[in-house]
């Protein structure tokens, strides 16, 4: 039997380098006997994509896992913290609209639904705030977290803000110079495959040629080797996620000390939305909009409105966006993560965690041998699939509840015939039952639960029919942790530093490491 030992990795941007260190640090062991080796290609001439600078909190259990510090995180990617995005003028447009998905669960979450009890209070409090407090943290920029916290932990749950450029030059230098991964700077230029189909190997214009058991696809849009090679089509959803252009641009900040926003802010307009993504140094903007329903000159206008004169001789990028996903991510001896996959708009920074959890699938399931990878390919085709479905209907949910009837695009978006029959079933049964943690979300990593559904339903004024029966069952447990919530905010609330301010700190001083 043909053993898997030789991984190769095509491309060096987050994906790749995600990949690389993920599945080199599982199979250090084997890396250190000399039985196992990952290989890095990446062309000296393309660059990378550089961008995608929001991140989900699993980012911190990756670095933790291939023994990145978090200090040394901060100080080298211009990283800051995020506990969740804030989502003004999706649902009436007016300047008051806003609603935060954080990145905490509501209180007591396993033992407790709180949605029908916060439904029953209608007290005038937001659902995100009744709760948990990380919505109150946002209002005020704090960090989740103190000086005197262990690395990687935290008071409340959290993520990173980071700069792209420098993210996958981090992680290349931890890849190689702590976990055994070989570096080739090489243009791949021809792809050798066997009678089968599978790769045998790649030859390079600078390197010679490369030989591998399993290849790994992190090549961007290009999707050289699943794309081009193994022709696996490529399944669009734009019918459901219209946006297909960004305008992107980095913004200075007027001086050093500004306020730092402790979370992604994404504000709606009127054929997309823009984000804002607060690191140390600077802003990222980016209007992303849907050029069937705004031309480019009418976007860039309102970015540059959104900016404001910062936006005086600023780089702007205009990017294409193919929203969709291959037919299958497992072909043969080759698997695609990254923009290779494929691509959803940014708008739950959805792309870093769906190529972290395949790098970590591939590094758990990795094939002993040639004879069992179509079995683990199966697996994994049928688990990512169900992954890509159900963060395009969580895509949706932001856009169909809409209210907005002032343009086009947010009239198409409210249609029912471009939203996906699983969310509108599920938006059916959720008129009487608020979405819960057994609800159709039950796999082992979902990367949107239930919560995250509960906090843009409500957030966004849609109301579930609460039935007093249902209430009496958990109404004393409930109001237990309400009353919770509104303690831990206030609590937190007065011990946590500024974002900004802890960052600093981290960044000169160092977290205590693990
Ligand atoms: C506008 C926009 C905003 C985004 N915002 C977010 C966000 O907030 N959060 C998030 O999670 N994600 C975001 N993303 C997605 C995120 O940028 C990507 O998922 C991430 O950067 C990974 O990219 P990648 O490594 O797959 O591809 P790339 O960065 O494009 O890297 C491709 C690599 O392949 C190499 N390559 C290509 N062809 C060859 C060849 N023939 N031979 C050798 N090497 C080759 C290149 O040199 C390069 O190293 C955003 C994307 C876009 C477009």
Not at 340 to 359: D, H, R, T
Request: proline share 5%; glycine share 8%; charged share 20%.
């Amino acid at each position: 039997m043909q053993p898997v030992k030789d991984i190769v990795i095509v491309g060096g941007g987050t994906a790749g380098w995600l990949a690389a260190s993920t599945i080199a640090a599982r199979h250090q062991g084997r890396i250190k006997a000399g039985q196992f080796s990952v290989t890095l290609v990446e062309s000296p001439s393309v660059a990378i994509i550089g961008v995608g600078e929001g991140t989900w909190p699993t980012i911190r259990t990756t670095l933790k896992k291939i023994g990145v510090s978090e200090t040394d995180f901060f100080r080298h990617c211009d990283g800051a913290f995020k506990q969740g995005g804030k989502f003004s003028r999706w649902t009436t447009g007016a300047d008051d609209d806003f609603y935060y998905h954080p990145l905490v669960l509501p209180q007591g979450f396993h033992q407790v639904n709180l949605a029908p009890h916060w439904l029953a209070a209608n007290d005038g409090r937001s659902f995100c705030d009744a709760v948990c407090a990380q919505g109150v943290l946002c209002d005020e920029g704090l960090a989740p977290k103190t000086i005197t916290m262990a690395e990687y932990d935290g008071a409340a749950n959290y993520s990173y803000h980071l700069d792209a450029g420098k993210f996958a030059p981090f992680l290349q230098s931890h890849a190689t110079g702590k976990l055994g991964v070989r570096h080739v700077l090489a243009d791949v230029i021809k792809v050798n495959q066997l009678e089968n189909g599978d790769i045998s190997s790649l030859d390079t214009a600078q390197a010679g040629t490369i030989r591998g058991d399993l290849f790994v696809d992190c090549t961007g849009f290009a999707a050289l080797l699943i794309g081009k090679t193994l022709e696996v089509g490529f399944k669009p959803c734009s019918d459901v996620l219209f946006c297909d252009t960004a305008l992107a641009v980095q913004v200075p900040y007027d001086r050093p000390d500004a306020p730092m926003a402790s979370q992604t802010n994404a504000t709606a307009q009127k054929a997309g939305w823009i984000w804002d993504i607060a690191l140390p140094t600077r802003r990222g903007i980016g209007h992303v909009f849907s050029s069937r329903h705004m031309s480019d000159d009418e976007a860039h206008s309102i970015l540059a409105a959104y900016v404001g004169p910062a936006i005086k001789d600023r780089n702007v990028r205009k990017i294409p966006i193919r929203s969709g996903h291959r037919e299958i991510f497992w072909k043969k001896n080759v698997v695609a993560v990254g923009l290779a996959a494929g691509f959803l708009e940014p708008l739950e920074s959805s792309a870093i965690v769906l190529g972290e959890l395949s790098s970590k699938l591939i590094a758990e399931q990795m094939p002993a041998n040639r004879e069992i990878m179509d079995i683990v390919a199966a697996n994994f085709n049928e688990v990512t699939s169900y992954r890509w479905g159900r963060i395009i209907d969580f895509l949706k949910l932001h856009y169909c509840l809409t209210k907005r009837t002032d343009s086009q695009f947010w009239i198409d978006n409210a249609d029912p015939s471009t939203i996906p029959e699983r969310l509108q079933n599920l938006l059916k049964v959720w008129k009487y039952r608020s979405p819960w943690f057994f609800d159709e979300f039950d796999r082992l990593e979902e990367v949107f639960p239930a919560a995250s559904y509960q906090y843009v339903l409500y957030g966004m004024g849609f109301r579930t029919e609460v039935d007093p029966y249902e209430l009496a069952v958990d109404e004393k447990l409930a109001a237990q942790y309400m009353r919770q919530n509104i303690t831990s905010s206030f609590r937190m609330r007065s011990e946590l530093p500024k974002n900004r301010e802890l960052v600093d700190k981290i960044v000169t001083y160092g977290l205590q490491p693990i």
